[in-house]
């Protein structure tokens, strides 16, 4: 598995910061969740970003 480049983990640790309770170990809801909570247009980095918070979780 790849290291996740800085500006995945920043958005992660953001949006788990003020919305804790939007994430779960879900990796689909996740998606829906990141793509509710910003303006990301690219399908890719919506998805790393989702992925690296439900790792997190």
């Known amino acids: 598995m790849a290291i996740?480049?800085?500006y995945?983990?920043?958005t992660g640790n953001i949006l788990?910061?003020?919305y804790p309770e939007a994430f779960t170990d879900d990796?689909?809801?996740n998606k829906e969740s990141v793509q509710?909570?910003?303006n990301i247009e690219s399908k890719?980095?919506?998805n790393r970003i989702?992925?690296?918070v439900t790792?997190?979780?």
């Open 55 to 57: 790792r997190k979780q």
């Open 27 to 29: 990796f689909d809801q």
């Open 16 to 18: 788990l910061e003020r």
């Open 8 to 10: 995945v983990k920043k």
């Open 44 to 46: 890719g980095v919506r």
């Open 4 to 6: 996740k480049p800085d």
């Open 50 to 52: 989702a992925g690296y």
């Open 36 to 38: 509710k909570l910003t």
